[in-house]
């Protein structure tokens, strides 16, 4: 019998069905964020001042996700035990160190090093899921993670524009060391705003000490679990080759500098708010989460393909058009339905999971991204993620197909 199906009977109503409550989680979460989505626009031209090749760049940008596919388990664990509140804490205060060993990185090796030191005590981002999951009934959980979504996507926002604006158009090294330490201050504003402002959704009476077991252990015997398990790596894989890769094809293409590839990041950002902030609850009680993930994973396909074929900054945004709608609906539909396969007190360890093969996506990302567009073609990290996606739809719609996620309790038998 699955945890899930042994925590049926005992299944507790979330402290509060206001989604009001989601806001100080959100507040948090965008502070967080702003610090992560100032230094993206900046990275490639960072590994290149350092004299690094574009795959050595672009296996950096793994090293974060490399550490947090490690540790994401662990930190779920501890969130279920202990709450979301020292978590978030303590991810946004490594957050900070890390940013300032990036600022002082003088190879790409010491830039190795400070990410995979970020990723590894990143627990941040699954404990804020999982206090949403925490406050929100199964009813509006959705309009929850989409509201959480958004502030992500105020994140990519200001973050990568203001990122790119202390780059400017002429990137030296000094000037990409300033964005690292405004990353890093933005991130000890977010551990300061998590200690006054944020209050602790996990009740002390669910919270439960689990033994040390393999990282996927929660999924045995879960096949819809296993399946949004897998698409959440093959979709963040796919999302990873394009995020890796866009940088150098829009300095390669285009001739774009920070500051340009900042402004297209804010494009992405504000469509992303305006999807998660209001649409995506109305969206999901017009269709279900099901066909709604299958509609956002059809949608990021077109944007992956025509960011293959751009030729000119018009067609990276239009791209980013469909990019941005397509993820901002898939990703947070992909936590509420796997949010509806854990009991309450194991949505730490569930999401974290979750987020551990979606960290693993991060890695196989932008390494194959950076494989690709190196040795076949530039287009080609872009049109094999747009196949991983359809592929990620067909699974979703074979897995899930006649099962409508808000309708089921858990422990309900896979069919």
């Known amino acids: 019998m699955s945890?899930?199906?042994?925590?049926?009977?005992?299944?507790?109503?979330?402290?509060?069905?206001?989604?009001?409550?989601?806001?100080?989680?959100?507040?948090?979460?965008?502070?967080?964020?702003?610090?992560?989505?100032?230094?993206?626009?900046v990275f490639p031209y960072f590994g290149r001042s350092l004299n690094a090749s574009d795959g050595a760049v672009t296996l950096t940008m793994a090293a974060y996700s490399l550490g947090q596919f490690i540790s994401a388990p662990f930190w779920g664990r501890l969130s279920d035990k202990y709450g979301r509140k020292p978590i978030?804490?303590?991810?946004?205060?490594?957050?900070?160190?890390?940013?300032?060993?990036?600022?002082?990185?003088?190879?790409?090796?010491?830039?190795?090093?400070?990410?995979?030191?970020?990723?590894?005590?990143a627990g941040n981002i699954a404990a804020a899921f999982a206090a949403a999951s925490d406050i929100s009934t199964p009813a509006h959980r959705a309009k929850a993670m989409g509201i959480l979504g958004a502030a992500f996507g105020l994140g990519f926002i200001f973050g990568p524009f203001l990122g790119g604006e202390l780059a400017g158009h002429n990137p030296t090294p000094d000037a990409l060391a300033h964005v690292a330490y405004a990353a890093a201050g933005m991130n000890a504003l977010a551990a300061l705003a998590t200690l006054f402002i944020f209050r602790e959704t996990l009740k002390p009476a669910a919270r439960v000490i689990r033994e040390r077991a393999h990282r996927f252990s929660v999924l045995a015997g879960r096949k819809r679990l296993q399946t949004l398990t897998i698409v959440s790596f093959m979709v963040t894989t796919a999302f990873g080759m394009m995020e890796a890769s866009m940088g150098f094809l829009a300095a390669d293409r285009f001739?774009?500098?920070?500051?340009?590839?900042?402004?297209?990041?804010?494009?992405?950002?504000?469509?992303?708010?305006?999807?998660?902030?209001?649409?995506?609850?109305?969206?999901?009680?017009?269709?279900?989460?099901?066909?709604?993930?299958i509609g956002g994973l059809a949608i990021m396909t077109i944007g992956l393909v025509i960011t293959g074929f751009a030729e000119a900054p018009g067609h990276a945004y239009l791209a980013a058009i469909f990019l941005a709608v397509g993820s901002a609906v898939t990703n947070p539909t992909l936590t509420t339905l796997s949010s509806f396969e854990a009991s309450e007190d194991e949505r730490g360890s569930v999401l974290g999971v979750v987020q551990s093969a979606a960290s693993l996506g991060r890695v196989a990302g932008p390494a194959l991204g950076g494989t690709l567009y190196g040795t076949i073609a530039q287009s080609a990290p872009f049109l094999t993620g747009a196949a991983i996606a359809i592929l990620s739809a067909i699974l979703i719609g074979l897995a899930l197909k006649g099962h409508p996620p808000h309708q089921r309790q858990i422990g309900d038998p896979e069919s």
């Open 88 to 121: 978030l804490i303590a991810g946004t205060c490594a957050a900070a160190v890390a940013y300032i060993f990036v600022a002082n990185a003088k190879s790409i090796e010491m830039l190795f090093a400070a990410r995979l030191f970020g990723g590894l005590m």
């Open 3 to 41: 945890d899930g199906a042994m925590g049926a009977s005992n299944q507790r109503e979330p402290q509060s069905g206001r989604l009001s409550d989601v806001l100080p989680i959100a507040a948090v979460t965008f502070v967080a964020l702003l610090g992560f989505g100032a230094f993206i626009p």
């Open 255 to 293: 001739d774009w500098t920070p500051r340009d590839l900042g402004h297209l990041f804010a494009v992405v950002g504000i469509l992303s708010v305006i999807m998660q902030g209001g649409a995506i609850g109305r969206l999901t009680k017009a269709l279900g989460e099901t066909q709604l993930l």
